[in-house]
């Protein structure tokens, strides 16, 4: 399973290494990448240091990213409201949603759940049980058909986000008043 982002607390890395420890798939052998860097990195990267299934790349380049996101059985982006921030839309779950590859959890704060539409699993922010559950659930319980049907969701809901229109939206052209 992935997580690709900033290493940060409100990103929901904390919660995630905790699931990690919780999860039958660790047991099966499943491992979890964490890919990127930030400001818990070195903090996270003491806390798995017994973990050899928990493994950090922090030199990702955007070449890179697509690949990681496309051969995941899981991505995990289970971000929460911190007080000095809030995931104001969550480009990373787009960028999942283009790449394909296995299902996409994360937690509905701030613009996640624009990000991702109908096309991820949901967990709520913060709970490690849960998000422990769900990965299980996803990697373990799911059928081919509906990971199959979540990936084809995700990719259709991303292509609808269109950046000269959402451009256009914000910025709209006003009539041009013709003096007579």
Same mark, same amino acid.
């Given at each position: 399973?992935?997580?690709?982002?900033?290493?940060?607390?409100?990103?929901?890395?904390?919660?995630?290494?905790?699931?990690?420890?919780?999860?039958?798939?660790?047991?099966?052998? %499943?491992?979890?990448?964490?890919?990127?860097?930030?400001?818990?990195?070195? #903090? @996270?990267?003491?806390?798995?240091?017994?973990?050899?299934?928990?493994? !950090?790349?922090?030199? @990702?380049?955007?070449?890179?990213?697509?690949?990681?996101?496309?051969?995941?059985?899981?991505?995990?982006?289970?971000?929460?409201?911190?007080?000095? !921030?809030?995931?104001? !839309?969550? %480009?990373?779950?787009?960028?999942?949603?283009?790449?394909?590859?296995?299902? %996409?959890?994360?937690?509905?704060?701030?613009?996640?759940?624009?990000?991702?539409?109908?096309?991820?699993?949901? &967990?709520?922010?913060?709970? &490690?049980?849960?998000?422990?559950?769900?990965?299980?659930? @996803?990697?373990?319980?799911?059928?081919?058909?509906?990971?199959?049907?979540?990936?084809?969701?995700?990719?259709? #809901?991303?292509?609808?986000?269109?950046?000269?229109?959402? !451009?256009?939206?914000?910025?709209? &052209?006003?009539?041009?008043?013709?003096?007579?």
């Amino acid at each position: 399973m992935l997580f690709l982002s900033r290493v940060a607390r409100a990103k929901g890395i904390y919660d995630l290494v905790m699931a990690y420890g919780q999860m039958e798939a660790r047991e099966r052998g %499943i491992k979890l990448v964490v890919a990127g860097t930030g400001p818990a990195l070195d #903090h @996270v990267q003491a806390m798995a240091k017994e973990d050899e299934n928990i493994i !950090f790349l922090t030199d @990702v380049d955007d070449d890179e990213k697509p690949l990681l996101m496309n051969g995941c059985a899981a991505y995990v982006l289970p971000t929460k409201p911190e007080p000095d !921030f809030v995931e104001t !839309f969550g %480009i990373a779950l787009a960028e999942k949603g283009l790449a394909g590859g296995g299902p %996409i959890i994360t937690a509905l704060t701030g613009g996640t759940g624009e990000a991702v539409g109908d096309a991820a699993v949901i &967990v709520e922010a913060g709970d &490690v049980a849960g998000i422990a559950a769900a990965v299980d659930r @996803v990697v373990l319980e799911m059928s081919a058909e509906e990971r199959r049907d979540l990936e084809v969701r995700a990719r259709v #809901h991303a292509m609808t986000f269109d950046r000269g229109r959402v !451009f256009d939206d914000l910025f709209p &052209v006003k009539s041009a008043v013709v003096a007579a």
